[in-house]
């Protein structure tokens, strides 16, 4: 009912499952494999919602029209108050060849949400693959495809890996524990 309630306040019917991505829009950032991604058929009223705002959006958009998926994709441009959209989400996917260890990705796993993702740089330190979401061959959208139908069609299994993103957030991310371990680690230099 908290995920119901969380579509509707950001204008989405409860019943639609949300794959949310937070990037700039960017070459490297990899918005247009998850537009390609929107066009493999689903047994679920998907949408994608794309949080981000820069040079590439103007041909993201253009793709998402030439595509035929814009009803099903919203560009939301940027946001400082994305909260909203992490509770609101099903799913969190990334198509980045880029990152080295994004912010966003740490934030998806404590909203507790599963991450499809490629293996790009620090991304498997983020995505324990199997466990809290599931990396998959940089390209390989078919896999990805595959990774969201049955996250979305098996829901104990996305529970699962929800809780399972959300106790690594807090065991690896949590600022707290890294401003301690920083601490400890110059005490002892």
Do not use: W
């Not at 693959?129 to 104990?156: C, F, K, W, Y």
Request: hydrophobic share 40%; with cysteine; glycine share 6%.
């Amino acid at each position: 009912s908290e995920k119901a309630a969380a579509k509707r306040a950001i204008g989405l019917d409860p019943a639609d499952k949300l794959l949310l991505s937070v990037a700039r829009m960017d070459r490297g950032k990899g918005q247009g494999d998850l537009l390609r991604l929107m066009t493999h058929p689903s047994a679920h009223k998907r949408k994608l919602i794309l949080l981000g705002e820069g040079p590439e959006s103007k041909r993201l958009r253009a793709l998402a029209h030439s595509l035929g998926i814009e009803q099903d994709v919203h560009f939301t441009g940027f946001c400082e108050q994305s909260r909203a959209y992490y509770a609101a989400a099903d799913l969190f996917v990334s198509a980045s060849a880029l990152d080295s260890l994004p912010n966003a990705l740490i934030e998806a796993h404590a909203a507790a949400l599963p991450i499809i993702a490629y293996p790009t740089a620090g991304i498997p330190e983020i995505v324990d693959d199997g466990q809290t979401g599931h990396l998959v061959t940089q390209g390989d959208i078919a896999n990805m495809h595959r990774h969201v139908e049955n996250l979305l069609s098996h829901p104990s299994n996305s529970v699962a890996m929800a809780c399972a993103a959300r106790q690594s957030a807090i065991e690896h991310f949590d600022p707290r524990q890294q401003i301690e371990i920083t601490i400890r680690f110059i005490q002892q230099l």
